[in-house]
């Protein structure tokens, strides 16, 4: 029954070794309890501060890529528009260059084919004064083949000829 009803000496030592507990770890240990929990406070201040200067940080990095994705939507379309101006300036060109080209083709063309057809006329030409003069000579011969026709044509010639 002794753990019910302790003696005075037992109430009394644990008293006082509970108020030399007290004392050593007032003067000893509690000061440095203090000291790491103010450590540990002010490391989580600091930890809440860069928190909110990394959020600041964060923010600003996220509106600075949306200027610059802005930025790059901006000359996307600029150089967009760019390629379809010159896209447009090509095809113009290549068709101005086309018809220069096709004109020139034509001139060449219409030049070969009057020079063939006065090639033609000039082959035509030649081709019936040969028949003509076949054809003269074969009635000269005809009519020349009596030497009174002969006698004729030479006094007729020689009469042209005294004329002129």
């Not at 901006?74 to 101005?96: G, N, P, T, V």
Request: aromatic content about 6%.
């Amino acid at each position: 029954m002794e753990l019910f009803k302790p003696d005075f000496g037992l109430v009394f030592w644990m008293f006082v070794v509970l108020v030399l507990l007290c004392i050593l770890l007032g003067k000893y240990a509690w000061p440095v309890i203090i000291k790491m929990m103010t450590e540990r406070a002010d490391l989580i201040d600091k930890g809440v501060v860069y928190a909110q200067e990394a959020k600041e940080h964060l923010d600003n990095a996220k509106a600075e890529a949306d200027k610059y994705i802005q930025e790059a939507k901006r000359q996307q379309s600029e150089i967009l528009r760019e390629a379809a101006k010159m896209k447009s300036q090509i095809i113009e060109d290549a068709k101005q260059a086309a018809s220069v080209e096709a004109q020139k083709v034509m001139d060449a063309a219409r030049a070969a084919i009057e020079q063939e057809r006065k090639e033609a006329q000039l082959q035509f030409r030649n081709e019936v004064s040969q028949f003509s003069i076949l054809i003269a000579e074969k009635l000269l011969r005809d009519k020349m083949s009596d030497q009174k026709a002969q006698s004729q044509l030479v006094d007729k010639l020689l009469s042209e000829i005294d004329k002129n």
